[in-house]
């Protein structure tokens, strides 16, 4: 079973440069999530989206935009790169939002803001 | 003051022994917890969810302390392969519907 699946693993990026984040899980679950993990801090979460249809901001969702495509796709994109947003994205989904859940994660994407 | 605080460790266990974290956590409200555990450069992954009266899987035990807003991971007969870092993971409500908190981790060090 493939379960969260995040494209791409590593990424190189210069300031101002735009790239989207891929996510897809195949678990028919209703909720997915973007965070952020740096050294010395938990995941902090950048947006998430209840169901199919519906996104909402997180705790860090300033630079960010996301787009759930479908049920089993959820993307997260950089508009214009800073180096502040040098981090570890990890994607994760569960079968319903609210918490009660546990989220199941995608293995990470590496992103470096030179 | 961070909403969920974890001893960040390293906590260094000889093989075969027993150790354990807590973690606390601020907002009384909160209605569900979980371990999740994370090796080095990977994904975290579910250990397992904390319920009201304790609950056990295998070596590894947690116990919530609602009173005092900690939880508690055991863990017996350590091996080499439970090193990693361990996340303590908080539903803070349903005011917070869907926004889990994550602590920062406690890292456990199994040595042979």
């Known amino acids: 079973n493939a379960g969260v699946t995040q494209t791409p693993k590593f990424q190189v990026l210069k300031t101002g440069q735009s790239m989207t984040l891929q996510c897809a899980q195949d678990?028919?679950?209703?909720?997915m999530y973007w965070y952020r993990q740096d050294p010395g801090m938990g995941l902090r979460l950048i947006y998430y989206?209840?169901?199919?249809?519906?996104?909402d901001k997180g705790e860090v969702p300033n630079g960010y935009n996301v787009s759930r495509l479908n049920k089993r796709e959820f993307s997260l994109r950089l508009e214009s790169a800073a180096p502040s947003q040098t981090s570890v994205y990890f994607c994760?989904?569960?079968?319903?939002?609210?918490?009660?859940?546990?989220?199941?994660f995608g293995d990470g994407t590496r992103l470096s803001i030179l | 003051r961070k909403e969920v605080e974890q001893d960040p460790g390293p906590f260094n266990v000889p093989e075969g022994a027993t150790v354990a974290f807590n973690c606390t956590y601020s907002n009384s409200a909160s209605q569900s917890f979980f371990w999740y555990r994370q090796d080095c450069r990977k994904e975290p992954k579910l250990l397992m969810s904390?319920?009201?009266s304790g609950n056990e899987d295998g070596r590894f035990t947690a116990q919530l302390n609602r009173a005092s807003q900690y939880i508690s991971l055991l863990i017996r007969d350590s091996k080499l392969s439970d090193s990693a870092t361990y996340l303590c993971?908080?539903?803070?409500?349903?005011?917070?519907?869907?926004?889990?908190?994550f602590g920062a981790g406690t890292q456990v060090v199994v040595t042979p």
């Open positions: 678990m028919n679950h209703n909720s």
């Open positions: 904390v319920y009201s």
């Open positions: 989206s209840a169901s199919e249809g519906t996104t």
């Open positions: 993971v908080v539903n803070p409500g349903t005011d917070s519907w869907g926004k889990l908190q």
């Open positions: 994760a989904s569960s079968e319903t939002a609210g918490g009660y859940q546990p989220q199941h």
